[in-house]
């Protein structure tokens, strides 16, 4: 196995490319993923595997399937690999950035949280695409208490019109919907209740190709591309929110 350890923005981004065929000469590389495309973690992963297999002379491309087909896609070898998935891993940034994505527990109603056991007996609403989130929250909460909706900001309207009392959000990307939108002045973050860590898979057949994108990611961090393609996504992804 080959991990690369990447940063993004405020998180630290982790590439974990597991290995299981033989290698397959390629001109495209696709991968799946269980969130959509337009949110925020793979606004940022996209374009950085884009570039750095572009720089290789490889197109790649991502699609959108739930999380669990992405997983049969990725782990079978039917697609090349996918784009985000939950690990440990250790920080590459120096001690600059965090090194790991926080899930966060947001309210406006004051209420205190300090971790997912104290979620019981309210109602919690957040998107779909988290698979981790729903595992924890179908052991802790009845399924009437628990909201699932396509996009944060859903989530967010909801608590602000006081029809869920809690949303579960990455910290930052509710942050930015707080900031952006005056409906939702009254929201703050109540508690960091747990960890996210973020790598994404790679399907063994390419082991060959593991090596040369990881030297291709570590020249990208050195000649300032990485965060530079960071930077461009996250000032987009907050004028789409001010927009919005």
């Not at 630290?12 to 991968?31: D, G, K, M, P």
């Not at 971790?115 to 109602?123: F, I, P, T």
């Amino acid at each position: 196995m080959v991990i690369l350890f990447k940063k993004f923005s405020k998180y630290a981004f982790c590439f974990l490319l597991l290995l299981a065929s033989h290698l397959q000469a390629t001109n495209e590389i696709v991968f799946t993923g269980g969130a959509s495309l337009k949110s925020y973690q793979p606004s940022i992963i996209v374009p950085i595997l884009t570039e750095a297999f572009k720089r290789n002379g490889i197109e790649f491309r991502a699609l959108y399937h739930p999380s669990l087909r992405s997983l049969i896609l990725a782990n079978s070898g039917k697609l090349d690999g996918e784009l985000h998935r939950v690990y440990d891993f250790h920080k590459v940034s120096m001690g600059k950035y965090p090194n790991s994505v926080w899930l966060s527990a947001f309210s406006s109603n004051g209420i205190i949280i300090t971790g997912w056991g104290d979620l019981k007996g309210y109602r919690v609403a957040y998107y779909r695409g988290r698979k981790d989130v729903e595992t924890i929250l179908n052991k802790v909460l009845a399924p009437a208490l628990i909201t699932r909706v396509n996009t944060d900001e859903q989530a967010f309207s909801m608590l602000a019109a006081g029809r869920v009392d809690l949303v579960i959000s990455e910290s930052i990307q509710g942050k930015m919907l707080i900031e952006s939108h005056q409906k939702f002045s009254k929201i703050t973050e109540v508690a960091k209740i747990d960890e996210s860590k973020i790598y994404a898979y790679m399907h063994i057949k390419h082991e060959k190709l593991v090596g040369d994108i990881a030297e291709i990611l570590n020249g990208m961090k050195e000649d300032g591309s990485f965060l530079k393609i960071v930077d461009k996504v996250n000032l987009r992804f907050r004028m789409n929110i001010i927009r919005e």
